[in-house]
């Protein structure tokens, strides 16, 4: 028993380092518009889901609307666009493409300085794509506040110089359950960056 429970204290130990670890990520590089260095490779906008309609749901329209704004300030070269393009009758990234070019076109957003990833299935899927396939070095991440500091935490493992700004523009249905997925993919994380798989 008394091997159990020092398991178990170490595991809990484990976890809470891990959550801590992340937490100061968020602290350091999670920083407002005017804060941004300037001159980072890309913005990269994270996915999130797309309504029946053909329209992006509420974190996704933030998130397009922040990292186009990012963008239009000339603070990055181009828009990275990643996420799930899993069916025929699913693809976020025609959505997230055609919002950006309808709702920015008089900012003079050019469709050559958009960069889809069509494999972004996961936050770490698409950060490691960023590095490998797209060679990004020095990047701005446009997602919630909650989910900032593990793309961080991935993006800097991979040598990619990254900086947050956060999304939230609203209040957004399902938010507790979308924080405890998020601590179990910070872990998950976590360890697929200790040992590096691409």
């Known amino acids: 028993m008394t091997y159990v429970l020092i398991f178990c204290l170490i595991v809990v130990a484990i976890v809470l380092g891990i959550f801590a670890i992340m937490d100061l990520y968020g602290d350091k590089y999670i920083l407002d518009l005017k804060d941004l260095p300037i001159d980072c490779d890309t913005v990269i906008i994270l996915g999130a889901g797309v309504r029946h309609d053909g329209n992006p749901c509420d974190l996704l329209a ?10 239009v300030r000339r603070i990055c070269k181009t828009i990275l666009l990643t996420g799930d393009n899993s069916g025929e009758s699913y693809n976020e990234l025609a959505v997230m493409k055609n919002w950006i070019m309808k709702n920015y076109t008089e900012a003079n957003v050019r469709s050559e300085d958009l960069l889809i990833d069509n494999c972004g299935f996961c936050t770490y ?18 997602t919630n506040r909650y989910h900032l500091p593990r793309a961080i935490f991935i993006a800097r ?7 947050g700004i956060a999304s939230d523009m609203r209040e957004y249905d399902r938010m507790k359950r979308y924080r405890r997925r998020e601590r179990l993919a910070q872990i998950k994380d976590f ?3 200790l040992i590096k798989i691409h």
């Open 62 to 71: 933030d998130r397009l609307d922040t990292g186009a704004k990012v963008y």
């Open 125 to 142: 899927d698409s950060i490691n794509r960023a590095k490998n396939k797209f060679n990004i070095k020095s990047a701005i991440i446009s």
């Open 157 to 163: 493992r991979f040598g990619i110089e990254a900086y």
């Open 191 to 193: 360890f697929l960056c």
